[in-house]
């Protein structure tokens, strides 16, 4: 998305957005996620950073599925099968979303609360257009 002076990607789409608003469909005046981009750091052996940034989101968990997205591509990457969530810090400033996440890797199922199957979880990033590393 081009920027003009001033004005953010997500101000520009909000008010492109409003000129075909439906009061039937509560989706369209949603301003549509712009994904900046992931910044992928091995911490160590299996641990692994990732760092996303977006406009557009929702809420915290729409960043929070950024970051999945990437790590699930990230694990198939590297040969491995599954990832294990550890934290997500997420904050807002002037329309940027940020997110700063950290997941482990492993080829069998690790054990904790929150582990996702990485090709169950990448295939439905496809399906959903989130975009992964």
Not at 35 to 46: F, Q, S
Not at 89 to 118: C, F, H, M, N, Q
């Amino acid at each position: 998305m081009r920027h003009i002076a001033g004005i953010t990607p997500v101000a520009l789409a909000m008010v492109g957005g409003l000129s075909g608003c439906d009061a039937a469909d509560p989706e369209a005046g949603r301003v549509k996620p712009v994904y900046e981009g992931v910044d992928t750091a091995l911490l160590e052996d299996g641990l692994v950073r990732f760092k996303v940034a977006m406009y557009g989101a929702r809420d915290a968990s729409d960043v929070e599925d950024y970051a999945e997205c990437a790590a699930a591509q990230y694990a198939l990457i590297r040969g491995y099968g599954f990832a294990r969530h550890l934290r997500t810090k997420v904050d807002e400033e002037a329309g940027l979303w940020r997110g700063d996440a950290v997941y482990t890797i492993s080829p069998a199922l690790p054990r904790g609360v929150r582990t996702i199957d990485a090709e169950v979880v990448s295939a439905s990033c496809a399906e959903n257009g989130i975009p992964m590393v």
